[in-house]
């Protein structure tokens, strides 16, 4: 159920943060391990999201701060939980022989939550709204898959390999944690969404810090320094990633967790223009190709919800 018009100008929003955020975060990456690069995330984005927080909860909408219910810390833990377990197996899924198996079946994330959604919160979806979670999701792994000219019979029989099972896992992750946080955001007394979804963002970013950050200190100490030497991008990061969660959490909060996700792979398209227009790249037959299907699945899940 849509509760809010505010879902979409959020989401298209967070779907530009999200590849601008991923490409800094590859260069930070470059010198730092796994762990410690997933970190910066969370440790640089909590002190803007608590800033985002507080601007909106006493400077800008001032109010008194909502109660929050009992199962508050429980969703925010368990969505940031998953959030990790999610990036930790696409990256898992990377290690093995076949990067593009495990990238395109991670993106089967919209049609697993939406099934998830059905299940744990009671959500329905129109039969446009499922259309377009078939054409955005056949659209990403093609996508995902077109650098390697991989068939539709090669990506079924992929199915198999280690890689493919570490990317549907992770896709099942992502789409857990859109649960959980919209779950999360139901628990804090206030009929504004922005103020709920802010308040979500920081608990669960302290939360992932602390957990990403206990994991770093118990198995890679010597990584802690380097995490902190990297401040600049990192930095960045951080600012990138708060921005984009704060609109993320934003669409959870009024609007369907699938049909958030399918217009939410647009992203695509926005990677795709920043690599042509500014890295240069050429875009192939089998990339438009996707990028259509993509683009008719967001029109056909907006058209059944408008």
Known sequence: ????????????IAAVFQPWRTAVQRRVSKDLSINAAGLVRYLYGLPFALAMMAAYQWLFFPAAFPALGNWFLIY???????????????????????????????KTEAVQGALLSIALLGERLNLLSWVGIALGVAGVMILSADNKRMSPGELIRALGQPGARYGIASGFFFALTAIAIRSATVQVGTQDPVRAALIVLAATVALQTVMQGGLLVLRERDQVAAVFRTWRVSGQVGLL??????????????????????VGQIEVAFTMAFGHFYLGERVSRGEIAGLILVTAGVVAALTGNL
């Open 1 to 12: 159920m849509i509760t809010s018009p505010i879902w979409l100008p959020a989401t298209l």
């Open 76 to 106: 925010c833990l368990a969505g940031g939980f998953a959030q990790i377990v999610a990036t930790n197996l696409l990256l898992m899924a990377f290690d093995h022989r076949n990067f593009v198996v495990g990238t395109a079946y991670s």
């Open 241 to 262: 990633s708060a921005l984009g969660s704060a609109c993320w959490f934003t669409g959870f909060a009024t609007a369907p967790v699938a049909l958030v996700r399918v």
